[in-house]
């Protein structure tokens, strides 16, 4: 009895831990699958959120942009669009982007990712 | 008479290919932007959007007890082409106030449609007392924005090779010290 309790924590403790995926955080248009989302982190300095994210090209020089989406805590877009920013990538290219929110009222974010000529 | 059908028909169609209509469609206006090596909206927006990020994120800003009242000094213009740096500065002055972290005091180049508007209501005789706005309450800034915008272009006969630098700081008014600066650099190449 005891382990079955003990098994029914583990699995609601677990449900209730949703910590989103780098998938389900990078938001893709166009043919931008050369290009591997490594790592991202985020952090709360200052009272503004900054997310870290490292990409790295995985083919032949590439041309991507990205930019952020912010949303606050119920999930609604906080601040118009970013600016889409270019960066040139050789192959095997690693480049850390470093972003902060346009306000505090920011908790949530969205990696965008697109090519462009 | 073939040969005047001819004749006719050819100019016909020379004339109806001078004459074609332009195309024109609506981009996005934060789309990247590679139409010249020159300073462009791509690089106005990433310099705004930098710089308003780094100056949210000072402590000065972000953990005063009062909200900070900035106002807008000059950018200076250092590069050799032309650039409307008040552009810049107006968007990064309309970014940090929609943050809601700062308040901006009117600039110096702002000063007399203010100067103005109060003379207006205070010595025209033509308003309700209860409804004018006294002179004398103006909030003085306590910091200004100031910086300037560089660039290195290097060229031979096939590739440009263009470096901005923006710099930009904030300067207590009243003891005259940065409390904060930035960098942003764009490198851009054109090849013919």
Do not use: H
């Given at each position: 009895m005891?382990?079955?309790?003990?098994?029914?924590?583990?699995?609601?403790?677990?449900?209730?831990?949703?910590?989103?995926?780098?998938?389900?955080?990078?938001?893709?248009?166009?043919?931008?699958?050369?290009?591997?989302?490594?790592?991202?982190?985020?952090?709360?300095?200052?009272?503004?959120?900054?997310?870290?994210?490292?990409?790295?090209?995985?083919?032949?020089?590439?041309?991507?942009?990205?930019?952020?989406?912010?949303?606050?805590?119920?999930?609604?877009?906080?601040?118009?669009?970013e600016a889409w920013k270019p960066l040139t990538m050789g192959k095997d290219h690693i480049r850390e982007i470093i972003a902060v929110a346009p306000t505090p009222e920011a908790s949530d974010f969205k990696l965008e990712l697109s090519s462009f000529k | 008479m073939n040969k005047i059908i001819f004749?006719?028909?050819?100019?016909?169609?020379?004339?109806?290919?001078?004459?074609?209509?332009?195309?024109?469609?609506?981009?996005?206006?934060?789309?990247?932007?590679?139409?010249?090596?020159?300073?462009?909206?791509?690089d106005l927006n990433q310099i705004a959007e930098s710089m308003t990020r780094s100056l949210l994120q000072t402590k000065v800003i972000s953990s005063?007890?009062?909200?900070?009242?900035?106002?807008?000094?000059?950018?200076?213009?250092?590069?050799?082409e032309y650039i409307d740096t008040r552009v810049i500065t107006e968007k990064i002055r309309t970014q940090l106030t929609k943050s809601g972290q700062v308040k901006f005091a009117i600039s110096i180049s702002e000063m007399q449609s203010q100067q103005d508007e109060l003379k207006r209501q205070n010595q025209s005789g033509l308003y309700k007392n209860e409804s004018i706005s006294k002179s004398g309450n103006m909030s003085g800034a306590k910091f200004r924005i100031e910086g300037a915008i560089s660039s290195i272009v290097k060229q031979n006969k096939d590739i440009k090779d263009i470096y901005y630098i923006f710099n930009l700081s904030l300067v207590n008014i009243e003891t005259g010290l940065i409390e904060w600066a930035d960098e942003k650099e764009i490198r851009k190449t054109e090849q013919r």
């Open positions: 005891k382990n079955v309790l003990l098994v029914i924590f583990f699995f609601l403790v677990v449900s209730c831990s949703s910590v989103p995926t780098v998938k389900e955080l990078t938001l893709r248009m166009g043919d931008t699958d050369n290009i591997e989302v490594v790592d991202m982190r985020s952090v709360v300095r200052n009272g503004i959120l900054t997310v870290q994210a490292q990409i790295k090209n995985t083919k032949e020089n590439s041309l991507v942009s990205y930019r952020f989406s912010w949303f606050n805590k119920n999930g609604m877009k906080v601040f118009d669009d | 004749l006719f028909l050819g100019l016909f169609l020379t004339l109806s290919n001078c004459s074609t209509t332009p195309k024109v469609k609506y981009e996005d206006s934060k789309s990247v932007e590679t139409v010249t090596s020159s300073f462009g909206s791509t005063g007890p009062n909200v900070a009242v900035i106002t807008l000094a000059e950018v200076k213009n250092k590069t050799s």
